[in-house]
């Protein structure tokens, strides 16, 4: 079994920080990219930011400049540091790690549950 656990998440006024922490655990062989996703109500998920195993960055054109994907292997942890949020930043934010389990041996995507973020003043 492997479980991605998203905390972080709350509300902030306009021009505030958050930072979002996933932590994976459970039955892991070794995590490829790791990805922030969010979706608005009424919204698709859009993808937010990806960092890979080396730490390569990409990030979505709203959040560049804003935004940080960090991630720490020895804890299995991915974080995002929002900063200048906006309220059009308000979604629920959901983690992705892409890994291979140490069951099957077989890479899959695998999801956290999801954390609110809400900007508003």
């Known amino acids: 079994q492997v479980q991605l656990v998203e905390s972080g998440g709350g509300l902030v006024q306009p021009g505030g920080s958050l930072r979002l922490s996933c932590a994976a655990s459970?039955?892991?062989?070794?995590?490829?990219?790791m990805r922030w996703y969010r979706q608005a109500p009424g919204k698709e998920r859009e993808l937010v930011a990806t960092?890979?195993?080396?730490?390569?960055?990409n990030y979505a054109d709203s959040v560049k400049g804003r935004f940080t994907i960090s991630r720490d292997n020895a804890k299995n942890t991915v974080y995002l540091q929002m900063n200048s949020l906006k309220p059009e930043d308000t979604a629920v934010y959901y983690c992705?790690?892409?890994?291979?389990?140490?069951?099957?041996?077989?890479?899959?995507?695998?999801w956290g549950q999801g954390t609110q973020v809400t900007v508003s003043s």
């Open positions: 992705n790690a892409d890994l291979v389990n140490s069951i099957d041996y077989r890479r899959r995507a695998y």
């Open positions: 459970g039955s892991i062989l070794s995590i490829k990219d």
């Open positions: 960092i890979t195993s080396i730490s390569i960055t």
